[in-house]
């Protein structure tokens, strides 16, 4: 169901070209030692919880997408080969709401990789049905929230707690 199936390429802002691929398996090294490489505040803000490295098991979603209700890119710099971004979606069970979530290593923010991978997991999700697209995002996090307002989503209350915020973007 995913448009990107196969390799694809996107410019950013800055003519950065991503070569992105959905991620699988054999990607777990690479993606451990892309974390590695991504800012200890920012892999917070990703996993919600600190610490130095993250586990099989929080990468597990990354590495075994359904490619239905689940998809996720790996995006590696194609001048370099080296991989920049990790990025998911994650849709409910009826294809209504999608959750989206996007890292950067540390050395690329500020080059438009954000911006590129979150108009790409935004067709994914309207190639998929999707009415709606969410970021759950720590209110700390104000790049990621400013990025996505700039994109058009919204800002709403998380229930249950007050550190979080829930920005969504509706298709239809």
């Known amino acids: 169901m995913s448009t990107a199936t196969a390799a694809t390429e996107l410019t950013t802002r800055t003519g950065m070209v991503l070569a992105v691929r959905p991620a699988g398996a054999a990607d777990e090294p690479a993606l451990t030692a892309f974390f590695d490489r991504v800012s200890d505040e920012d892999r917070r803000f990703r996993f919600f919880t600190a610490a130095a490295h993250v586990s099989h098991d929080q990468l597990d979603p ?6 239905r209700a689940s998809e996720s890119f790996l995006a590696f710099d194609k ?6 971004a990790s990025a998911l979606l994650a849709c ?7 959750e989206v979530a996007v890292s950067i290593a540390s050395d690329r923010k500020g080059q438009g990789v954000g911006w590129a991978l979150l108009d790409l997991l935004g067709r994914e999700a309207q190639a998929r049905g999707v009415r709606r697209v969410i970021a759950i995002e720590d209110r700390a996090n104000h790049a990621a929230i400013e990025l996505e307002r700039e994109k058009g989503f919204t800002p709403e209350a998380f229930d249950g707690d007050p550190t979080l915020v829930v920005l969504s973007k509706t298709f239809r």
């Open 62 to 67: 990354l590495l075994h997408a359904d490619h």
């Open 79 to 84: 001048a370099s080969g080296e991989l920049v």
């Open 92 to 98: 409910d069970k009826a294809l209504d709401t999608a």
